[in-house]
């Protein structure tokens, strides 16, 4: 079966420090890869999706940067971070497969900038 | 472009009480729908689907009826538990070769015993 994973589940930066957060997925190959941000009262909004191994589309302009250095693995970086990246990070894959293919998250990471 | 409005929270019930958290669509051609779950502390999960107008989704006791002439894909579930409390979002799949899915802010429900 397909599991994902998504380390570290909590962490606190101070502002300007880097960030790398990291996802797994096992089970299943060539995934569509998907970052998302959860602020409060802003539901989830799309950061970067990927659809194979160094193809990364950005959604929205931003102070954050993602990479899939091999099929399974995708990262979410930035080199200075600002109080406004905090929030809960969802990582998430579905299958290539159309619009109707479901997506499935990993557990978060919340993200306190300090 | 593709947009969804769900009703805003939190909204609070009784056990056993019935449920509606509506869920309204602005999209281009024939989106599919969903209702994901978020319990505490968790990342969100797929509770149920629909593809094509008129069709149903159901799981768990929810249902979500796809409306294109109302643009509505609204949650319902007839008797409520106190474990069926987390956060509910709506979302649609944009069109293209990827599955990207805008979301709803979310609604938290809390049920009570």
């Known amino acids: 079966s397909q599991t994902i994973h998504q380390w570290p589940a909590t962490l606190v930066q101070p502002v300007g420090s880097p960030l790398s957060l990291e996802c797994t997925v096992e089970g299943t190959s060539n995934p569509n890869l998907y970052w998302y941000r959860q602020a409060a009262g802003r539901g989830l909004q799309l950061l970067f999706y990927s659809i194979g191994i160094g193809q990364i589309s950005s959604e929205v302009p931003q102070n954050l940067s993602a990479s899939r250095p091999q099929d399974r693995q995708f990262i979410l970086s930035s080199k200075k971070l600002l109080l406004s990246d905090s929030g809960f990070y969802l990582c998430?894959?579905?299958?290539?497969?159309?619009?109707?293919?479901?997506?499935?998250f990993g557990n978060g990471t919340r993200l306190t900038v300090t | 472009g593709n947009s969804v409005t769900q009703m805003e929270g939190p909204v609070t019930l009784s056990e056993e009480a019935f449920l509606t958290i509506n869920c309204t669509y602005t999209a281009t051609g024939y989106p599919s729908l969903f209702w994901y779950v978020q319990y505490p502390g968790e990342g969100l999960q797929l509770l149920l689907k629909a593809t094509k107008a008129d069709d149903k989704g159901s799981n768990k006791g929810f249902e979500a009826t796809y409306r294109k002439e109302t643009t509505s894909f609204h949650l319902e579930k007839g008797s409520v538990q106190v474990s069926d409390s987390a956060v509910y979002f709506c979302?649609?799949?944009?069109?293209?070769?990827?599955?990207?899915?805008?979301f709803g802010k979310g609604t938290k429900l809390t049920v009570n015993p």
């Open positions: 979302a649609l799949s944009s069109q293209g070769g990827s599955e990207k899915l805008v």
């Open positions: 998430a894959w579905s299958v290539p497969a159309g619009r109707n293919s479901p997506l499935h």
